[in-house]
């Protein structure tokens, strides 16, 4: 199959993209925004080494035309919306694979809402393509259990890219073999969208209601080094919050 891969490059997308040249699929191209941030990333490397073409966002849309024989638009952590000049041209499917069970945690940063939430269980989605996001018919939500309570936002991270991959290759042989992908539609009543300003907002730890039993909850939901923690402000001044087992993690680290 002829297909478009519209990612940011990580190790799980790296092992996609390798899993299509495996299984012998002609990439027309891999579309990366900010590609000149990535341009010696071991993805574009590897890319340039196998003659597949890195577009930037930009990019693709003035070469559109390239594109007429395109079959199967495959997107992971790509953060724009996928225009329907594009969409339209896929002649087999045009799927998303979001990294959160939807339709719960529509948006970005699930993992953390989810820690926020106190969850017992997470997963991973592959939805249909539209022009919004997170809002396409869902294909399949791969759910797994996990206690919030008792892990972390890392290891969480780390086994939502594996059940990813699980599900990456399992709808890749479906639309090989031509079966047809189911589509159950959502709704805005179902659900919740999450934008970074939630998220930023949520990082941010308040004097007045949060010195309870959601303090503990607020400062592991957003404790994944080297990303910015949890914070209270004081005079237009962050200080940063970790509890005493963090504090040993990163002593361990620097021994």
Not at 46 to 52: D, L, P, Q, T
Not at 105 to 128: C, I, M, P, S
Not at 156 to 182: A, H, T, W
Request: glycine letters at 2%; one cysteine or more; aromatic letters at 16%.
């Amino acid at each position: 199959m002829k297909s478009l891969l519209f990612t940011k490059p990580k190790e799980l997308t790296f092992n996609c993209l390798k899993f299509l040249i495996e299984q012998k699929e002609e990439i027309l191209g891999v579309v990366i925004p900010q590609k000149e941030n990535y341009l010696q990333s071991d993805f574009v490397l590897f890319c340039n080494k196998k003659k597949i073409k890195v577009f930037s966002n930009k990019e693709l849309y003035e070469n559109i035309e390239k594109f007429n024989e395109l079959e199967v638009i495959y997107s992971n952590t790509f953060p724009y919306i996928i225009r329907d000049e594009i969409i339209i041209k896929a002649q087999k499917y045009a799927i998303n694979f979001h990294m959160a069970p939807l339709p719960k945690y529509r948006g970005v940063f699930g993992y953390n809402f989810a820690f926020l939430n106190n969850d017992n269980e997470y997963g991973v989605t592959v939805h249909h393509l539209n022009n919004s996001y997170d809002m396409g018919d869902i294909i399949e939500v791969l759910k797994f259990p996990y206690d919030c309570k008792t892990g972390s936002i890392k290891e969480l991270v780390k086994l939502s890219d594996k059940y990813m991959f699980e599900l990456f290759k399992k709808i890749y042989f479906r639309i090989k073999n031509n079966e047809k992908l189911k589509r159950i539609q959502q709704t805005l009543e179902n659900g919740k969208y999450y934008s970074r300003k939630d998220f930023e907002r949520s990082k941010e730890i308040s004097i007045e209601t949060d010195f309870n039993e959601s303090l503990e909850i607020k400062v592991k939901a957003f404790w994944n080094p080297p990303f910015e923690p949890a914070y209270i402000r004081i005079n237009k001044k962050k200080y940063y919050l970790l509890n005493e087992e963090m504090y040993d993690d990163l002593k361990d680290k620097d021994d």
